[in-house]
C-alpha cells in the first residue's frame, strides 16, 4: 500500500511539473528515445535519465546552444576547405590545358616550358590573334578575329572529307533527258508571238523559256526574244548580243516556228490601240496554261500577233503537260548557248581559275563548245597575267556569288549595320527604281528588319558569307571566285574576305583592261562570263537561294554535273539564329552548327511540285532517273 502511494505521488508530481523547454527543442522526444538513442551534444544526458535530478534550465540551455555552434563552425570550415581546394586543382588543371594545348595539338612529347622557342612561338601567335582581334570591329568583329585565328592556327588544317563533294551514288543516278522529243513541230499558223524582256540576263532567260512554251502551247511562230533596257542594269545589249541565235532557231525548229522578225504587213501595225500589247502588269505572276488559251488566244486569232511587254515569271511551272515541261527544260539546257566571244573569254577565265592544275570540266564542253572547251588546258603561263602565276598550282577552286548588290540590298528591307547614312541612301534608292515599294513602306506596316533577319529573308552580307566558308571548313589556301559586281559597302566590305582567303579574285583581277574591254558597259555580258565561271567550278557557294543567277547556275549544275559538281545552299533562317548568338559563341562550336545545317541542305531529291524546273531539274520531264 506505501508503495502505491509512493508510485502515485511520483506521478502526481510528473503531471503536475511544467513540461521541459528541452524536450521543445528536440521535438517532445525523451532524452533515451530507442529510436533515436540519447541526446548528442548534451553534458547532462545522462542526469535526463533519472527524472529525480534536476538542472538549471539555463545553463542546460547554454550548453546545449554552444556545442550546435561548435559542430555548425567545424562544418563550415570543412567546407571551405573543401571548396578551396576544388578551385585550387580547377586552376592548376586549366593552366596546365592552357598551357599545354599548343604543343598537345603539334604532336610534341616535351613539355613546352623546356622549350624556350616553343614559348616564343606561341607568344607571337597570341600577340596576332590581338592583333585580329583589332582589325575587325562592327557586328561581327569578334567571330571574323575567331575565324582569322582558325584559319591561320594550321595552315594545312584538313577539310572534311566531303565538303568538295555531292552525295555522288544519289545524284549521279540522274541523267540528262530533255533533248529527247515525241511530237512533231507545230506550224505557228495562229499568229507571231513578240516578246520584250524586263530585267538582267538571268530573269530574261527565263523569260525566253517561258515564251517559247506559250509559242507551242497556242501553235504560234516566236519573233526572236527582244530585251528591255532596265534603269538598274542600264544594259542595251540584245538577245544576239548574249546567245547564239542560229543555234537557238535551228535546235528549237521540231518544236516551234522562229522567225527573226515580223512580217512587212505587220510591222507597219500600231499594236497598242489594236490590243495586241499585254504588259505584265496585266498578267498574273505564274499563270496557268488556261489563262493564256482564254485570254490570248482569241486577241492573237484576231490580230494575227501578241507583244508582251515587261514579261517575265508568268508561266506556272505546275499544272504543266509533261512535253511543255521538257520543251522548257530543253529551251533551257540545250537551246541556250553563249555566243563564241563570251565562250572565248571565259575559257581564259575558267584556265587561270584553274591554273597549272587545269582540266576538262563535265560542264565545260556545254558552257564553252567544242572549240574553246579543249582551250582551258592550255598552260601557256606567256598570255596570262603576272597577278596570275603566282600559286596557280591549285587546280580546285570555289565559286560564290556574293548577292550584294545595292538593288538586291534595297529590295530586302533589312539593316546592314551602316546607320543613319545607310537608310537613307537605300531610301533614295527604293523611290528612283522601287517606287511601288517605297510608296508600300509608307502606307503599309512591314516586319522589321530583325525580324526579317530572324526568318531568313535578308542577303548575306560578305562578313556573314566569310564566316560561313570558313565554318564549312575551306582552309585559308582556298582559290575562291566571287561573282558580282558593284558589291554595296566596295572595296572595304570585299576585305574582310580577302584577309581571311588571300587567293579571292574576281573576273576583274583575273582578266587584263584589254580582254575585258568588249564587256565593258555591258552588265549582262559580263554577267554570262560569272555564270560559266561559277557552273565550272569545282564547288559552288551561293549567299541566297532566292537569287536567279544562283538558282541558275544551281541548276545548270545538276542537269550536266553528273553527281560531281556539289553546290552550297545556306539555309538562312538557321545560319542567322546561329550568327545571331555571334557576341557568345565559340568557334568549335559554331562549326559544327554550320556544318549541320549545311549537311541538311545537300541531300538529292526530285523536285517538289511548283518548284523551278531551271534551279531543280531533277524531275521526269527534264531528267530521266536511273
Not at 347 to 354: D, G, K, M, P, S
Not at 530 to 535: G, K, M, P, Q, S
Not at 576 to 601: G, P
Amino acid at each position: 500500500m506505501r508503495l502505491l502511494l509512493i508510485m502515485g505521488q511520483e506521478r502526481l508530481d510528473d503531471e503536475e511539473r511544467p513540461e521541459s523547454p528541452d524536450l521543445h527543442v528536440y521535438g517532445g522526444t525523451p532524452s533515451h528515445s530507442p529510436r533515436l538513442g540519447p541526446i548528442r551534444c548534451s553534458a547532462f544526458a545522462g542526469d535526463l535519465i533519472n527524472p529525480k535530478q534536476t538542472i538549471k534550465r539555463g545553463n542546460k540551455k547554454r550548453s546545449i546552444r554552444a556545442c550546435s555552434e561548435r559542430q555548425t563552425a567545424k562544418a563550415a570550415i570543412g567546407v571551405i576547405a573543401i571548396l578551396g581546394l576544388f578551385c585550387l586543382v580547377n586552376w592548376f588543371m586549366l593552366s596546365r590545358l592552357h598551357e599545354g594545348r599548343v604543343w598537345l595539338r603539334r604532336g610534341l612529347s616535351k613539355n613546352p616550358n623546356r622549350n624556350p622557342k616553343l614559348i616564343l612561338s606561341q607568344k607571337e601567335e597570341r600577340k596576332r590573334f590581338e592583333k585580329s582581334k583589332r582589325k575587325y570591329n562592327g557586328t561581327y568583329g569578334r567571330m571574323l578575329s575567331l575565324a582569322s585565328h582558325a584559319l591561320g592556327e594550321v595552315n594545312n588544317k584538313l577539310e572534311p572529307k566531303d565538303l568538295w563533294q555531292e552525295p555522288r551514288e544519289q545524284a549521279s543516278a540522274w541523267k540528262p533527258c530533255a533533248e529527247q522529243r515525241s511530237w512533231t513541230p507545230n506550224d505557228g499558223k495562229n499568229g507571231y508571238i513578240m516578246v520584250t524582256a524586263n530585267g538582267g540576263i538571268n530573269q530574261q532567260r527565263v523569260a525566253v523559256c517561258n515564251i517559247v512554251v506559250v509559242a507551242r502551247l497556242l501553235n504560234a511562230t516566236l519573233v526572236i526574244p527582244k530585251f528591255m533596257l532596265s534603269d538598274v542594269w542600264t544594259d542595251a545589249s540584245q538577245f544576239g548580243d548574249i546567245y547564239q541565235e542560229e543555234h537557238f532557231m535551228k535546235y528549237l525548229s521540231p518544236d516551234i516556228r522562229i522567225v527573226k522578225e515580223l512580217p512587212t504587213k505587220l510591222q507597219s501595225l500600231d499594236l497598242e490601240p489594236i490590243g495586241s500589247v499585254v504588259t505584265d502588269i496585266e498578267m498574273m505572276k505564274e499563270a496557268k496554261p488556261d489563262f493564256y488559251m482564254q485570254h490570248i488566244l482569241p486577241i492573237l486569232l484576231k490580230n494575227g500577233v501578241v507583244h508582251f511587254v515587261g514579261f517575265g515569271n508568268r508561266l506556272a511551272f505546275d499544272p504543266m503537260p509533261f512535253e511543255l515541261q521538257r520543251l522548257r527544260c530543253r529551251c533551257n539546257f540545250h537551246a541556250l548557248n553563249f555566243i563564241p566571244r563570251i565562250q572565248e573569254t571565259a575559257a581564259l577565265l575558267v584556265r587561270r581559275l584553274r591554273g597549272s592544275g587545269s582540266y576538262v570540266a563535265p560542264l565545260d564542253q556545254h558552257l564553252l563548245g567544242p572549240k574553246f572547251a579543249s582551250s582551258v588546258l592550255d598552260n601557256n603561263k606567256s598570255s596570262d597575267p603576272p597577278l596570275q602565276q603566282e600559286g596557280a598550282s591549285s587546280s580546285k577552286y570555289l565559286a560564290l556569288h556574293l548577292r550584294f548588290e545595292i538593288d538586291m540590298v534595297a529590295h530586302s528591307l533589312c539593316y546592314f549595320g551602316g546607320g543613319k547614312t545607310e537608310q537613307n541612301e537605300l531610301d533614295s534608292y527604293r523611290q528612283k527604281h522601287f517606287p511601288s515599294l517605297s510608296t508600300l513602306t509608307k502606307t503599309k506596316k512591314f516586319p522589321s528588319a530583325d525580324v526579317l533577319r530572324t526568318e531568313g529573308l535578308c542577303p548575306l552580307t560578305p562578313e556573314e558569307a566569310v564566316l560561313m566558308l570558313a565554318g564549312l571548313g575551306f582552309n585559308r589556301e582556298t582559290r575562291v571566285f566571287v561573282a558580282g559586281a558593284n558589291i554595296y559597302g566596295g572595296s572595304r566590305r570585299l576585305a574582310v574576305l580577302t584577309s581571311l582567303y588571300p587567293n579571292l579574285v574576281t573576273k576583274e583581277k583575273l582578266l587584263t583592261q584589254s580582254e575585258l574591254q568588249p564587256f565593258k558597259n555591258f552588265s549582262s555580258q559580263l554577267a554570262a562570263l560569272d555564270f560559266i565561271a561559277c557552273a565550272a567550278a569545282d564547288a559552288f557557294a551561293m549567299t541566297d537561294p532566292g537569287s536567279q543567277l544562283s538558282s541558275l547556275v544551281s541548276g545548270y549544275r545538276i542537269y550536266y554535273g553528273g553527281g560531281k559538281m556539289p553546290t552550297i545552299r545556306p539555309n538562312k533562317r538557321r545560319l542567322s539564329d546561329i550568327l545571331m548568338k555571334n557576341s557568345t559563341i565559340e568557334w568549335n562550336v559554331f562549326e559544327k552548327r554550320v556544318r549541320k545545317a549545311n549537311r541538311q541542305t545537300k541531300h538529292v531529291s526530285a523536285r517538289p511540285t511548283g518548284r523551278s524546273v531551271y534551279r531543280y531539274p531533277r524531275c521526269k520531264e527534264c531528267m530521266c532517273h536511273a
